[in-house]
């Protein structure tokens, strides 16, 4: 899916403006169904002993940590703490944005996950919680909670961001 990002330019002295393609993004969406399925199949070569390339969460601790990242996208209500509603604009264009997650990189406190998980029920949990996300794709959406109004292509790419993350640092 392309994104394209424009350039308003206005010039002060006249009346006229143009309106300027500045770049075009070449994103990949959860809500289409190639990267939907693409995801499904990768969650799926996932085992119990899989093991993280970076990080501190074992697998099923990484299913539980995407699965609660995907439920907020889904619309789950959650207490946003106030350094996050302070960063939201930041942290939103860092979701959004093109670049990949970097290694290592700090999870907010309320997604952290630890203590023993079941991969076979977290693994599921996971599955279900994208297939909604994946269904749900044409309905009306509530604002994200940190980040607010999100498009369909902001919300679909973030996702795919996040979870091919994860994915990757487990080896799939």
Known sequence: MKILFLRLEINLKSTR???MPVK????????EEKYYQEMVQRVHDLTPQSTPGWGKMD????????AEV?????????????????????IKKMVTN???YTKNLPTA???????????????????DVLQIFFENR???????????KMTDL???????????????????
Do not use: I
Request: positive net charge.
């Open 109 to 127: 406190p309320d997604y952290v996950k630890v203590g023993v998980h079941n991969f076979e029920e977290e693994k599921q949990y996971f599955l």
């Open 138 to 148: 044409t309905s009306e959406k509530e604002p994200h909670p940190v980040f607010g």
């Open 24 to 31: 075009k993004l070449d994103v990949k969406s959860l809500y």
């Open 70 to 90: 995907q439920e907020v996208m889904n619309g789950k209500q959650v207490k946003v703490p106030f350094y996050m509603k302070l960063f939201s604009g930041f």
């Open 59 to 66: 697998v099923a601790q990484m299913l539980a940590h995407c």
């Open 154 to 172: 902001e919300r679909g790419w973030a996702m795919y961001k996040h979870h091919d993350h994860h994915l990757k640092q487990f080896g799939v």
């Open 98 to 100: 093109t670049k990949p």
């Open 17 to 19: 403006y143009e309106v």
